[in-house]
């Protein structure tokens, strides 16, 4: 029992610290990446950077660990060596202590894969998701897994004008596919683990939508840019549960806007944005705040960025390693999950392993 | 140029450094995400007489247990939180011990007609718990009914804490207030873990899980249950999304305007 016990903390912990990341330097830049013109950020950020490379893969994997001081300063966490002495209470107490840190609707961990492939303005990808998430607080603390995957394609072109303006336009379409279980109590979701063979009484809903991405930057002398972004054009995901009924859920349209500035010297380059995300929806003060973001990534050479952000208030930072085709991004960044703005911010530890080629 | 960026950069990374919170617009006062966490606190009236089922607490309850329980007297309880004003409650008080000023949020003294209405919520708690033994044993026997075994001893027992608590309580404080509010959902807690470890799951799984656990079902239940009562001393405990009342009862009024900002 104690090594079935011993065997799922270290899973659950090993799904922490094998990082991964989907734009987690992004991430360490406060999101502020419209302008960036990388055509990494082709399909999370702004299509138009579809035309920034003529060619370009990439096979980045990355995971987040969330609440990660929480997580990392458990009992059962940091006396991980000693675990297999452990005795069950300790180990039951440890884990409600672990779940009794994230006190509300928030992932504990997420894991994420992708492939894109860019060729002369048009590009393709796939891209996987797996969120472990927490609903509730000790006792009541249920969890749940959120299966997404995304077949994304798109287009993009860049219009060069006379004395360094140039306009970028493009568009990406997204078929969205997600599955996800209904929200099971601890005490279920460790009897599963270790009885593969009982059912429990998960209940497991799929569903689908389909979406497009419109995106346009324009660049101005002395290294200036806008950029405007529109996501989630379309549909609502249409879902089923496993008793055939229907049902839809919300998946919003956000525009974002940002103003940038890019400069070089010798071997150093800074690169400045400032902007707004969904400012759609903005309604209320709050809104406003947590729609703000602003960020700088400064290169020393070409294989070394470091990265800050500020993302509705909440600080973020990283770095960025690029070494031949392998590239190697670390940031650790401030995440609000309250239900009212401001009232539950969890730090995120990332990590993203990456086989660029460009 | 290039010092002055630079400069401006490290500067703005001091300054974030500095922040005493991690929302910056919160650290330097242009927003407080309390003025906004502040719930309507509504109460629920359980007329004498009126009977509701302890265990019909999920939506997907399947009707293999059934505890009813008779108030017996009038009450006007201080209703249960919805799961969002439960998670709203929980964040705002983390959010108070982390970066606020708990302790004098909590000393703050209640209006007369919050008195009140706590003390009619601590009576029907005390009732509860003075009459749990005989829930449990009536649980236990319909446990054992369906095939499933437990020694009630030690739920018993964790009610008697629990009990211990509301005694303390003396209903002065939002404290008081917020503690007898956590003790009516940490019973409903208690009674969800037990319905998600022996009933919600299917007899076999049940049992298989049991007796993975080495037979040693009360342990685990005694490392939830120590859990829930110091969850609860700390004003930190998660409540369930159910509602202990059940829909048999109707008669809801609202007293956010009486009690405005209390949560």
């Not at chain 2, 004498?48 to 329980?69: A, E, P, Q, R, V």
Request: glycine share 6%; charged share 20%; aromatic share 10%.
């Amino acid at each position: 029992m104690k090594k079935k016990l011993s065997s799922l903390i270290i899973f659950l912990i090993c799904a922490m610290t094998c990082l991964n990341a989907v734009s987690i330097d992004a991430r360490a830049r406060g999101n502020a990446v419209l302008t960036s013109e990388d055509v990494s950020y082709a399909f999370s950020h702004n299509p138009a950077f579809l035309a920034s490379s003529d060619f370009s893969l990439e096979i980045p994997l990355s995971a987040r660990l969330f609440n990660a001081s929480g997580v990392l300063s458990n009992d059962l966490v940091e006396n991980i060596s000693d675990i297999a002495s452990m005795d069950q209470e300790r180990m039951v107490s440890g884990i409600l202590d672990l779940l009794r840190e994230f006190s509300g609707t928030m992932p504990l961990v997420s894991i994420e894969e992708r492939i894109a492939l860019t060729l002369f303005g048009m590009g393709a990808s796939i891209s996987a998701s797996e969120r472990v998430i927490t609903t509730g607080g000790s006792v009541a603390t249920n969890l749940s897994l959120d299966l997404r995957g995304t077949l994304s394609a798109g287009f993009a072109h860049k219009f060069d004008f006379d004395d360094g303006w140039s306009l970028a336009a493009g568009a990406i379409l997204n078929l969205d596919y997600m599955i996800c279980t209904s929200p099971a109590g601890v005490e279920t979701v460790v009897g599963i683990l270790l009885d593969p063979d009982g059912s429990g009484d998960f209940s497991i809903y799929s569903g689908h939508a389909v979406s497009a991405d419109i995106g346009i930057n324009i660049t101005y002398p002395l290294g200036f840019s806008t950029a405007f972004t529109v996501r989630n054009l379309g549909s609502a995901y249409h879902m089923n549960d496993d008793n055939g009924n229907s049902f839809t859920l919300p998946n919003p349209v956000e525009m974002d806007t940002a103003a940038g500035w890019k400069g070089s010297w010798s071997f150093l380059s800074l690169d400045l944005e400032i902007g707004m995300r969904g400012w759609n929806r903005i309604r209320s003060y709050p809104d406003l705040l947590e729609s703000l973001n602003a960020g700088a990534s400064l290169g020393i050479t070409k294989f070394i960025d470091i990265n800050l952000g500020l993302d509705g208030g909440y600080p973020s930072c990283g770095i960025t390693l690029d070494f031949l085709c392998f590239e190697i991004a670390a940031a650790y960044y401030w995440q609000d999950f309250g239900i009212v703005y401001g009232l539950a911010p969890r730090d995120v530890l990332s990590l993203e392993v990456a086989l660029s080629f460009e | 140029m290039k010092l002055r960026i630079l400069s401006t950069i490290i500067i703005s990374v001091l300054c974030l450094l500095s922040c005493t919170e991690p929302n910056v617009y919160t650290s330097l006062g242009l927003y407080d995400p309390l003025d906004h966490s502040r719930g309507t606190v509504k109460t629920v009236s359980i007329p004498h007489g009126s009977s509701f089922n302890l265990l019909d607490i999920t939506d997907d309850y399947k009707g293999k247990i059934k505890i009813n329980y008779e108030p017996q007297k009038d009450y006007n309880v201080i209703k249960q939180l919805t799961e969002r004003e439960a998670d709203t409650l929980i964040q705002t008080v983390r959010y108070l011990s982390q970066y606020g000023d708990l302790d004098s949020y909590l000393s703050r003294p209640l209006d007369a007609l919050s008195k009140a209405y706590c003390n009619d919520t601590k009576d029907f708690a005390y009732e509860i718990l003075e009459n749990i033994s005989s829930f449990i044993r009536t649980l236990s026997e319909n446990l054992e009914a369906a095939g499933i075994s437990i020694n009630p001893d030690s739920l018993v027992r964790f009610f008697e804490d629990l009990q211990t608590t509301v005694d303390n309580v003396e209903c002065k404080t939002i404290k008081d207030y917020i503690t007898i509010q956590l003790t009516i959902n940490t019973i409903a807690s208690v009674f969800d873990v037990l319905y998600i470890l022996l009933v919600d799951t299917t007899g076999d799984l049940a049992v298989d899980f049991v007796s993975l656990m080495k037979n040693e079902e009360i342990n685990l239940m005694a490392g939830v249950a120590a859990n829930a009562v110091e969850l609860t001393s700390v004003l930190l405990d998660a409540i369930s999304q159910i509602d202990l009342v059940g829909s048999d009862i109707d008669s809801f009024y609202d007293l956010s305007d009486i009690v405005e900002g209390i949560l």
